[in-house]
C-alpha cells in the first residue's frame, strides 16, 4: 500500500512538529544557562542567548562538590551498566536456551518486579543495606540501581536471545566451537542492539536517579549529581543560572555514552554468526 505526496507530506510536518515540542525544552535549558543572570528572570524572554555568558558554568564548575560528585556518579553509573549487562545477558541465555523448574515463575516475577513502583522499594532496600552495613556506600548505590534495571533489562535481551535461531549455536558447535565461543562470536555480536538498548536504559537510570541516592547516601563525600543539583536552592533563594548550567553539564554524559555507543547499533544487527 503506497501513500500519495500529500500525505506523506502531513506525516513530515506532523513529525516535525512532535520534534520542534520535544526539543524546545531542551533548547530553552542550553539556552538560558549561557543568558547573564540578570536576562534569565527577564519577564520578556529572550529567544537567543545573546550576548553569550559563560559566568553560569563558571559558578556550578566552582561549586564545592562538584568534582567529588562527578566521580561518583561515573564509578556508580559505570558499574551499574556493566554488572546489569552482564548479568541480564546470562540471565538471557539460560532463560532462552535451558529448560528448568520454575523458569516460566521466574519470567512472571520479572514482569511483576518491573510494575512495582520505585517509592515503595525505597524502605525495603534502606533497610536491606542497612542490614548489609551498605548505606553509605557506593557499591551498594550500585548494587540497588543494577536490582531496579535488572527486570527490564532481562526481560529486553530474552526478546533479543528468541529471535535467534538455536541452529545456528548448533552449526557452530558441530564445527567444534565451545559453548563461550559461542556466546562470544554469534550470540554477542547478534544481541548487540539489545545490550546497547539496554545499557543506555541503565546509563540513562543509574545517572539521572535522585530518590535512591539522596535517601541512601547521607555522606556528602559519597553523593551523586543529581543531589548536588539540589544544593543549588537554598533558604535564601534558588541560583537560576548555576542550576540551569549544571543541569546542561549533567545532561553531556549522556549525550556522549549515546553518541559512542549508536554507531555500533546498526553494525550489531548484521554483525555474527559469519563463519570465518
Known amino acids: 500500500m503506497t501513500t500519495s505526496p500529500s500525505v506523506r507530506r502531513l506525516l513530515n510536518v506532523t513529525a516535525a512538529g512532535f520534534c520542534l515540542v520535544w526539543i524546545f525544552p531542551v533548547y530553552w535549558m542550553v539556552s538560558t544557562a549561557f543568558k547573564p543572570y540578570g536576562d534569565i528572570l527577564r519577564t520578556t524572554p529572550h529567544f537567543l542567548p545573546f550576548p553569550l555568558s559563560l559566568g553560569n558554568f563558571a559558578d556550578a564548575v566552582g561549586k564545592p562538590g562538584f568534582l567529588t560528585d562527578l566521580g561518583n556518579s561515573l564509578l556508580v553509573t559505570a558499574s ?10 546470562l540471565a538471557a541465555v539460560a532463560l532462552t536456551r535451558f529448560r528448568f523448574a520454575g523458569r516460566r515463575t521466574f519470567l512472571i516475577t520479572v514482569l511483576v518486579l518491573q510494575m512495582v513502583p520505585l517509592p515503595a522499594l525505597v524502605i525495603p532496600l ?3 543495606l542497612r542490614s548489609a552495613h551498605l548505606l553509605d556506600s557506593l557499591f551498594g548505590l550500585a548494587l540497588t540501581y543494577v536490582a531496579i534495571v535488572l527486570p527490564f533489562t532481562i526481560w529486553t535481551l530474552r526478546g533479543f536471545l528468541h529471535g535467534i535461531p538455536v541452529e545456528l549455536e548448533e552449526a557452530a558447535m558441530v564445527d567444534g566451537a565451545g559453548r563461550m565461543t559461542v ?12 545490550v546497547i538498548a539496554t545499557s ?23 553523593q551523586t549529581l543529581p543531589v548536588w543539583l ?3 536552592s537554598t533558604a535564601t533563594g534558588t541560583d537560576y543560572g548555576g542550576l540551569i548550567a549544571a543541569s546542561t553539564l549533567s545532561a553531556l554524559p549522556v549525550v556522549v555514552f549515546f553518541m559512542v555507543i549508536q554507531r555500533r547499533l546498526v553494525a550489531g544487527m548484521t554483525a555474527g554468526a559469519v563463519k570465518d
Do not use: C, E
Request: aromatic share 16%; proline share 4%; hydrophobic share 65%.
Open 230 to 232: 539540589v544544593s543549588f
Open 200 to 222: 543506555v536504559f541503565a546509563f540513562i537510570t543509574a545517572w539521572n536517579d535522585y530518590l535512591f541516592a539522596d535517601v541512601l547516601m547521607k555522606d556528602q563525600g559519597h
Open 126 to 128: 534502606f533497610l536491606g
Open 183 to 194: 556466546v562470544r562470536r554469534i550470540l554477542l555480536p547478534l544481541v548487540a542492539p539489545g
Open 80 to 89: 551499574v551498566v556493566l554488572l546489569a549487562v552482564v548479568v541480564a545477558f
